[in-house]
């Protein structure tokens, strides 16, 4: 088992930076990729960012540019940078880490409003 804590959220000017943290415990030693969703109200849940164990990544077309995923595989922990923010961006951002024998965990996720 995997947990996951999220921090980082909030509310930000459009045009603004946040920076999401998730730090994994448990069963870190199973973590293969480790990735940020999001989901804003009425639409599903979409991946915004993920990095693989070999710090590969990968990006939504919508936030190629602004966004940066990294991890910091010492201490179990993945981010996102986040700039240049757009209303369009609010929504519920969740951590997500997949295990090596295929199994998805997902953080309990963080707010964050783009609003002026």
């Known amino acids: 088992q995997v947990q996951l804590v999220e921090s980082g959220g909030g509310l930000v000017q459009p045009g603004g930076s946040l920076r999401l943290s998730c730090a994994a415990s448990?069963?870190?030693?199973?973590?293969?990729?480790m990735g940020w969703y999001r989901q804003a109200p009425g639409k599903p849940r979409e991946l915004v960012a993920l990095?693989?164990?070999?710090?590969?990544?990968n990006y939504a077309d919508s936030v190629k540019g602004r966004f940066t995923i990294s991890r910091d595989n010492g201490k179990n922990t993945v981010y996102l940078q986040m700039n240049g923010l757009k209303p369009e961006d609010t929504a519920v951002y969740y951590c997500?880490?997949?295990?090596?024998?295929?199994?998805?965990?997902w953080g309990q996720g963080t707010q964050v409003t783009v609003s002026s």
């Open positions: 990095i693989t164990s070999g710090g590969r990544t």
């Open positions: 448990g069963s870190t030693f199973s973590i293969n990729a």
């Open positions: 997500s880490v997949d295990s090596y024998s295929g199994l998805r965990y």
